[in-house]
């Protein structure tokens, strides 16, 4: 608890990239939040999904947890001090293990007011009428959202650690997640059930025909996980970081 303790202050003493990331989270929520609610509203009747849509409207937020798992993991090896954090815990699985924990965290936090304000938006705007209904299936995808952000922050967290690189991990998980992973589904169909994107549509509880179901979605992050979370300890067991 020590160590994770101390991994939360080292994330809390860059107080203006986690600014950045959090106002760049909610810009892009509060658009979207207010473009989706602008358009049901012009309608006569709300749209059945609305609810739906506002409860989900927060899951930009795992790019942003993404990139916060990576910036835990790399940080230290740019500026050079993960020389220092290895001589005060020289047991480098359990700096692993306290990081992923920060990272673990630090993403709940940010998914936290991404999740909450397209919700008290939507309460305000058109919550008194009839046909808006946010209930306990809109809270389960909520829900949802914070498991699928602690997931991906470990994913970018892992990534981060094995490359080591800052700028070579976001790159890496951008150009899989936005052009590799779509060429290589639409090439083999077969794979969809096993890529990241697809189930962590899964996981947040997409409604598309072709997401997998949520335990098999599940079951495949945990397994990407383990093999991340293996060649980041091994890597890093091996690295010479003098």
């Given at each position: 608890?020590?160590?994770?303790?101390?991994?939360?202050?080292?994330?809390?003493?860059?107080p203006r990239t986690l600014l950045g990331i959090l106002l760049s989270e909610l810009a892009i929520v509060l658009i979207g939040t207010i473009?989706?609610?602008?358009?049901a509203v012009n309608d006569p009747v709300l749209p059945p999904h609305l609810s739906r849509d506002i409860a989900t409207m927060g899951g930009i937020a795992l790019l942003f947890t993404t990139l916060v798992g990576i910036l835990i993991a790399t940080t230290e090896y740019r500026h050079g001090t993960i020389t220092l954090t290895f001589l005060a815990a020289p047991v480098r699985e359990k700096v692993l293990a306290a990081k992923t924990g920060a990272?673990?965290?630090?993403?709940?936090?940010?998914v936290l007011p991404a999740a909450l304000l397209p919700i008290v938006i939507a309460e305000i705007?058109?919550?008194?009428?009839a046909e808006?209904?946010?209930?306990?299936?809109?809270?389960?995808?909520v829900a949802r959202l914070f498991l699928g952000a602690?997931?991906?922050?470990?994913?970018?967290?892992?990534?981060?650690?094995?490359?080591?690189?800052q700028l070579g991990a976001v790159i890496l998980v951008l150009a899989w997640l936005v052009f590799l992973e779509p060429a290589l589904g639409g090439l083999f169909p077969g794979t969809k059930d096993y890529l990241i994107g697809p189930?962590?549509?899964g996981v947040l509880g997409d409604s598309g025909n072709d997401?997998?179901?949520?335990g098999h979605s599940f079951a495949v992050i945990v397994a990407y996980l383990v093999v991340l979370g293996a060649v980041a300890v091994v890597l890093t067991r091996r690295r010479d970081v003098t």
């Amino acid at each position: 608890m020590r160590l994770v303790t101390a991994e939360l202050l080292k994330v809390w003493t860059a107080p203006r990239t986690l600014l950045g990331i959090l106002l760049s989270e909610l810009a892009i929520v509060l658009i979207g939040t207010i473009a989706t609610l602008h358009s049901a509203v012009n309608d006569p009747v709300l749209p059945p999904h609305l609810s739906r849509d506002i409860a989900t409207m927060g899951g930009i937020a795992l790019l942003f947890t993404t990139l916060v798992g990576i910036l835990i993991a790399t940080t230290e090896y740019r500026h050079g001090t993960i020389t220092l954090t290895f001589l005060a815990a020289p047991v480098r699985e359990k700096v692993l293990a306290a990081k992923t924990g920060a990272a673990v965290i630090a993403s709940v936090l940010l998914v936290l007011p991404a999740a909450l304000l397209p919700i008290v938006i939507a309460e305000i705007w058109v919550g008194g009428r009839a046909e808006y209904h946010f209930g306990g299936h809109e809270w389960q995808l909520v829900a949802r959202l914070f498991l699928g952000a602690a997931l991906v922050a470990m994913i970018g967290f892992f990534i981060g650690a094995s490359l080591k690189r800052q700028l070579g991990a976001v790159i890496l998980v951008l150009a899989w997640l936005v052009f590799l992973e779509p060429a290589l589904g639409g090439l083999f169909p077969g794979t969809k059930d096993y890529l990241i994107g697809p189930n962590i549509g899964g996981v947040l509880g997409d409604s598309g025909n072709d997401v997998p179901s949520f335990g098999h979605s599940f079951a495949v992050i945990v397994a990407y996980l383990v093999v991340l979370g293996a060649v980041a300890v091994v890597l890093t067991r091996r690295r010479d970081v003098t």
